[in-house]
């Protein structure tokens, strides 16, 4: 299994920028695809980017042109440049990894999120 913790939240103005990020330790060799997801206060948890082991990514269509997903596996780590930041965008961001190793199939990991506020 893996751990994965999640940070880089904090309280913006919006049309400024910040960056995420995500370590994972654990049995890392088996990290396959990653993404970020976010909850806004009263919503579901959405997706907002993923990226797989060979570097393809997935944006939601409300984050595409301003966030970037991208992944370091040299040092276990997925981060997600925001930029343009919207007040829609203040959420809870969470870091989430899914396993290739046959003993991890179906399984998800998830890390404890960070806070992004974004004010008008």
């Known amino acids: 299994q893996v751990e994965l913790a999640d940070y880089g939240g904090g309280l913006v103005q919006a049309g400024d920028s910040l960056r995420l990020s995500c370590a994972a330790s654990g049995d890392t060799l088996c990290l396959s695809d990653m993404g970020w997801y976010r909850q806004a206060s009263g919503r579901e948890r959405e997706l907002v980017a993923t990226?797989?082991?060979?570097?393809?990514?997935y944006y939601t269509g409300s984050v595409k042109g301003r966030f970037t997903i991208s992944r370091d596996d040299a040092k276990n780590m997925v981060h997600l440049q925001m930029n343009s930041l919207k007040p829609e965008d203040t959420a809870v961001y969470y870091c989430?990894?899914?396993?290739?190793?046959?003993?991890?199939?179906?399984?998800?990991?998830w890390g404890k999120g960070t806070l992004v506020t974004v004010s008008s």
């Open positions: 990226i797989t082991k060979g570097g393809g990514t």
């Open positions: 989430k990894a899914e396993l290739s190793c046959p003993e991890y199939a179906g399984m998800e990991y």
